[in-house]
């Protein structure tokens, strides 16, 4: 079993940067790999960034390459979403979610567990 609790979310202006963690819970984080999707309302949930287990393999949607960053420290259980350049259209909330076998994948069904979310809302 593992718990997820994102944090680091806020309210910011377009061009803005923000930084969200996920802190999981139990002894095997470092198996799990993780990714980070997001909902905005209205919208169905979609694939932002993964990152296996070991940190050697990312995944990013389109529309967020070359802005967003994921990384991992399996010392602290903690992955994290460095996310620069923030445009309006990356509000949603966003989630961290643990897959134990089969690698990254931007399918969400394919995911274990979830954490509750946290909201994130650029202002232009």
């Known amino acids: 079993q593992v718990q997820l609790v994102e944090s680091g979310g806020g309210l910011v202006q377009a061009g803005a940067s923000l930084r969200l963690s996920c802190a999981a819970s139990?002894?095997?984080?470092?198996?799990?790999?993780m990714g980070w999707f997001r909902q905005a309302p209205g919208n169905e949930r979609e694939f932002v960034a993964g990152i296996s287990w070991s940190g050697s393999a990312t995944s990013y949607a389109d529309s967020v390459k070359g802005r967003f960053t994921i990384s991992r420290d399996n010392a602290k259980n903690t992955v994290f979403l460095q996310m620069n350049s923030l445009k309006p259209e990356d509000t949603a909330v966003y989630y961290c979610a643990a897959r134990r076998l089969g690698g990254v994948t931007t399918t969400g069904t394919l995911y274990d567990y979830w954490g509750q979310g946290t909201q994130v809302t650029v202002s232009s």
């Open positions: 139990g002894r095997t984080f470092g198996v799990y790999n």
